[in-house]
């Protein structure tokens, strides 16, 4: 019998359901809120899975579902799962409020590689809120 690890920090969900670690399904959840909401706001505690659960979504809007296999949302959505782009941001590690031109580079890098990514041309030269809303309206036109 393989051996099975507990996944403890890992905030992976690919890296916990490819490594071979212990995972309480909740995806049950994750369907309802996908399904169910409109706009949420997660306020947990540290260390409560938060960061799991939006590599979660992550991994859901990205449509990878074969790393869904055998869990509960694969059954609850049996049909084709439509891609979306997925932007995610990291504020940890980071002191922002002493260095607030930290957050304004990091958003700013941040910003440039979902461009990228999406293969979206936006204005170098705006401000971090300016390009955020530029690049969810050209990514908006791309779906």
Same mark, same amino acid.
């Given at each position: 019998?393989?051996?099975?690890?507990?996944?403890?920090?890992?905030?992976?969900?690919?890296?916990?359901?490819?490594?071979?670690?212990?995972?309480?399904?909740?995806?049950?959840?994750?369907?309802?809120?996908?399904?169910?909401?409109?706009?949420?706001?997660?306020?947990?505690? @540290?260390?409560?899975?938060?960061? $799991? +659960?939006?590599?979660?979504?992550?991994?859901?809007?990205?449509? /990878? #579902? %074969? *790393?869904?296999?055998?869990?509960?949302?694969?059954?609850?959505?049996?049909?084709?799962?439509?891609?979306?782009?997925?932007?995610?941001?990291?504020?940890?590690?980071?002191?922002?409020?002493?260095?607030?031109?930290?957050?304004? @580079?990091?958003?700013?890098?941040? $910003? +440039?590689?979902?461009?990228?990514?999406?293969?979206?041309?936006? /204005? #170098? %030269? *705006?401000?971090?809120?300016?390009?955020?809303?530029?690049?969810?309206?050209?990514?908006?036109?791309?779906?």
């Amino acid at each position: 019998m393989p051996n099975i690890v507990y996944p403890i920090g890992i905030q992976s969900f690919s890296k916990l359901r490819n490594g071979n670690c212990y995972y309480v399904d909740k995806t049950a959840l994750v369907h309802e809120l996908v399904t169910t909401g409109y706009y949420y706001f997660l306020s947990r505690p @540290r260390r409560f899975g938060k960061s $799991l +659960l939006i590599s979660t979504l992550h991994e859901y809007f990205k449509g /990878n #579902r %074969e *790393l869904f296999k055998g869990l509960a949302i694969d059954r609850l959505e049996p049909d084709e799962w439509p891609c979306h782009p997925v932007l995610h941001i990291d504020f940890n590690g980071r002191n922002y409020v002493k260095y607030p031109e930290i957050l304004t @580079r990091h958003l700013h890098t941040t $910003l +440039l590689k979902w461009a990228d990514e999406l293969e979206i041309q936006i /204005n #170098r %030269e *705006l401000t971090p809120d300016e390009m955020f809303s530029e690049l969810i309206e050209r990514a908006v036109e791309k779906t």
